[in-house]
């Protein structure tokens, strides 16, 4: 339980840097691709709350708490398809810090009794959902990275 603990302590350290950005960066920044990258700031942070939400959650076999639509915009595999609007990325603001509170909610409710054990695209092996939460924090770490780089390039 301790463990779980200390991952979501990091998790929500990770989002409230990913928060930052929203107050940095302008609608057209967060939505700027620099050339040599093949996604934006606002992508990255969608991405990231899709990816949480697939590991944990469909990962547990329980329903996620995003929209079919939004899973499609973000999910792996996808780049931008177009502008993000003002209206969306409050939507993603929103998300970013009250799907933790939702998460350890349902943590400490007892709603993940089973999971799914697979590899992850870059080899990790998911056994457990304790494994996919420290995984979802090396995940969000990697796509910090990234927006570190395209807000170089801003």
């Not at 009794?113 to 080899?123: I, Q």
Request: hydrophobic share 40%; net charge negative.
């Amino acid at each position: 339980m301790e463990s779980i603990f200390n991952v979501c302590n990091v998790w929500k350290t990770n989002r409230n840097l990913y928060l930052k950005y929203f107050e940095k960066y302008t609608l057209e920044q967060l939505n700027k691709v620099p050339d040599g990258f093949n996604n934006n700031l606002i992508w990255n942070i969608g991405h990231i709350i899709v990816a949480q939400q697939a590991l944990i959650y469909k990962g547990s076999n329980l329903n996620v708490y995003i929209s079919d639509e939004l899973f499609g915009l973000y999910k792996p595999n996808t780049k931008p398809t177009g502008l993000t609007t003002e209206v969306e990325v409050a939507e993603l603001k929103i998300l970013l810090i009250s799907l933790i509170e939702k998460t350890e909610t349902d943590f400490y409710n007892g709603k993940f009794v089973t999971y799914n054990e697979r590899m992850t695209g870059t080899g990790f092996h998911l056994n457990s959902i304790l494994d996919a939460f420290e995984f979802n924090n090396y995940h969000e770490g990697l796509h910090f990275g990234y927006m570190m780089s395209i807000g170089k390039f801003i």
